[in-house]
């Protein structure tokens, strides 16, 4: 593979900070970079389902000891094609990225804010650690970003998430010390990711990360005002100069003398000082900072109103009830659709992508589960279609599937035991709901 070559002032850098080892290290910088996948725990798979891949050893398969149920993959490993993606039984990430989320170790319980969380790996991660259970609260400031979020967490059936759209300061104004762990994943100059990224080379210049760590400290100031007393942020940045990561760290810590870096320790990842880097030449990943910081005292989480969501009108609630009784109870609508997110803050104003588990809306007296909720860690006990990877396929780019005439209603196609999402069938046909801004042609 032919990259541009790396910034000269970067490779001065880095030779001025590396030493002998960085021959060694920007070598790597023009191998094939390391890919990685995360399966979702809330959605168990057989164990079979690397080889169903394609990425099982030669071609990957060594499990990613850092992270929860995550394996290495090759690079020809096409797992993004395959419908169990879109269903969303596991996560393509990068697997240095995994540790930021895995050092946060956020709790089932917890209420937890990824910052700047686009499009969602760690977010998905953070929520998979929770288990589902407590408040995570995804927030990205820039609306194209959002969506792609909320796109995410809806294909990894997250009900526990609250995906919002607002600047940090915004938020911390909102939410003082409202929060278990904050993770701050900030833009950065991207030297991390120039194996991976190669255009992020042509990007980057001698003053990027200089104007990089203005912004950080705006946002780890912002960050820092929600975290409860008692509580962890967790600050990472994909670059590696020392201006963005460790000077900025200590400039925080002169200003926020009530934190404190914690050391950390994973599997293949040792942070005596509370301050950790990936380089590619020592470790099977990218380029990657990540700091743990712990806030003194110890303060209970405030008690929050909920504000801001209309109550469920009885009507929607009964329709829905009258095709799925054993519905959970939406707690609010948003927009047009019912939601169910029990721990919920006052977000009046705030611009809200997401909320917890969509269960559906009404159109006139017809009432239309939402495509979230099937594919969602707490489906609905409706009747399931078995089908294969093929009528899989044919089902994501929209066509219609055969089934048995006496079959009927509202049913959910599924592949090796996994929801795709919805259909109605009658008369020996599955109408297909999968929705349309989601289809995916079908390749000839």
């Known amino acids: 593979m032919s990259h541009s070559p790396l910034p000269e002032a970067f490779t001065a850098a880095i030779r001025k900070r590396l030493g ?14 390391v890919r990685a996948l995360r399966l979702d725990p809330c959605k168990p798979l057989p164990g079979e389902i690397l080889s169903i891949l394609s990425c099982d050893p030669p071609h990957g398969g060594d499990p990613v000891p850092w992270a929860e149920g995550a394996y290495f993959i090759g690079p020809d490993c096409a797992a993004g094609s395959h419908p169990l993606h879109e269903a969303g039984a596991f996560y393509i990430q990068e697997p240095s990225a995994m540790v930021p989320a895995a050092v946060l170790d956020a709790r089932p319980g917890e209420r937890v804010l990824d910052l700047c969380a686009a499009p969602g790996g ?8 929770m288990r589902d259970a407590g408040l995570l609260v995804a927030n990205e400031p820039v609306a194209e970003r959002a969506r792609v979020l909320s796109r995410n967490i809806e294909r990894m059936g997250m009900t526990n998430t609250l995906v919002v759209s607002a600047w940090p300061h915004e938020l911390a104004d909102r939410f003082p010390g409202a929060f278990d762990a904050v993770l701050a994943d900030a833009p950065c100059s991207g030297e991390g990711m ?36 008692g509580g962890r942020m967790v600050y990472a940045t994909c670059t590696l100069n020392t201006l963005e990561n460790e000077d900025t760290v200590r400039a925080f810590l002169q200003r926020h003398p009530d934190f404190s870096l914690k050391a950390f320790s994973l599997p293949c990842v040792d942070a005596p000082e509370g301050m950790w880097t990936a380089w590619l030449h020592r470790f099977r990943g ?48 948003l927009e047009e659709t019912l939601v169910c997110l029990p721990d919920l ?15 559906g809306e009404t159109r006139g007296k017809v009432f239309r589960p939402d495509h979230a909720w099937a594919v969602s860690a707490k489906p609905p006990a409706v009747p399931r279609i078995p089908v294969d990877t093929g009528d899989a396929l044919r089902y994501q780019a929209g066509e219609t599937l055969v089934c048995g005439a006496d079959t009927k209603g509202w049913l959910m196609p599924t592949l090796r035991g996994l929801p795709l999402g919805w259909g109605k069938a009658a008369g020996g046909l599955i109408k297909n709901h999968y929705p349309k801004g989601l289809r995916r042609p079908l390749r000839t």
Do not use: N
């Open 286 to 333: 990218e380029g990657q900072f990540c700091a743990l910081l712990v806030r003194a005292g110890g303060e209970p989480l405030p008690v929050w109103q909920r504000k801001g969501l209309t109550d469920p009108p009885r009507d929607a609630v009964r329709q829905m009830r009258e095709i799925f009784p054993e519905a959970p109870e939406p707690t609010g609508m």
């Open 194 to 229: 120039f194996r991976r990224v190669p255009e992020a080379r042509l990007e980057w210049t001698p003053d990027t990360p200089a104007r990089c760590a203005a912004r950080q400290a705006e946002i780890l100031d912002a960050a820092a005002r929600m975290v409860r007393k």
């Open 20 to 33: 002998e080892e960085a021959d060694a290290f920007l070598r790597m910088c023009d191998e094939p970079p």
């Open 122 to 129: 760690k977010t998905t991660q953070l929520a998979a650690s």
């Open 345 to 359: 803050p006052d977000v009046r104003g705030l611009r809200i992508l997401r909320c917890g588990l969509h269960l």
